[in-house]
């Protein structure tokens, strides 16, 4: 006998109504993109939006990125709502220096527990920060204490490749983004509005 689409479609309500019905736990999330795809912080940047057009504030920290002329940071430090920090001195092939960049990790950490203890900002985004790991520039166990015991209603979305394990069991809902083929591969540079 066969199934008919809207029958399939009635089962499949069922299913996803019964799922939202079991989700009644309100509380903060702590999310990871992580992974050798393209998309991590703009997927972040995604929820920057959101977060804005419910009423939220917004601390954003780029714990690796050290140039100031994203689209992204254009647009939203015109945002009221949102504090955008750039504490990266940039990549670290190009800084060279494995005590400036962890400085500056550093830096933009202390500026992070600001955000991570401010009850009023609603979402924290801290871009690029699994490098501060990778490099031993911060201590994951402090940092995941911190994450720990945040204000109980405030978001946290941490991206950046090769998160740890110990990172990953702590979030909520983590995204390990894949690449399958990136334009740069084949020689074409990064175009500003898709890249930066």
């Not at 019964?18 to 991590?40: D, F, M, P, W, Y």
């Not at 750039?86 to 550093?106: H, L, N, P, S």
């Not at 110990?166 to 390990?176: E, P, Q, Y």
Request: proline share 3%; charged share 25%.
């Amino acid at each position: 006998m066969t199934v008919s689409h809207e029958e399939r479609m009635q089962k499949k309500k069922a299913v996803v109504d019964g799922h939202i019905a079991a989700a009644q736990i309100e509380r903060s999330v702590l999310v990871v993109n992580t992974g050798n795809g393209k998309g991590k912080s703009s997927a972040a940047f995604g929820v920057v939006a959101r977060a804005i057009g419910h009423g939220l504030k917004v601390g954003v920290v780029q714990f690796v990125k050290g140039r100031s002329d994203t689209g992204e940071e254009a647009f939203f430090r015109r945002q009221p709502e949102v504090q955008w920090h750039v504490g990266g001195e940039g990549f670290t092939w190009e800084t060279q220096d494995k005590d400036r960049d962890a400085r500056a990790a550093q830096a933009a950490w202390a500026i992070a527990c600001q955000h991570l203890s401010n009850p009023e900002v609603g979402l924290v985004v801290l871009d690029e920060m699994t490098y501060a790991f990778k490099y031993g520039w911060l201590d994951l166990d402090a940092v995941l204490a911190t994450l720990a015991s945040r204000p109980a209603m405030q978001h946290v979305i941490i991206t950046g490749r090769a998160a740890p394990q110990a990172l990953r069991d702590a979030a909520d809902t983590v995204s390990d983004i894949g690449m399958e083929k990136h334009a740069f591969q084949s020689g074409i540079k990064a175009m500003p509005g898709l890249e930066f």
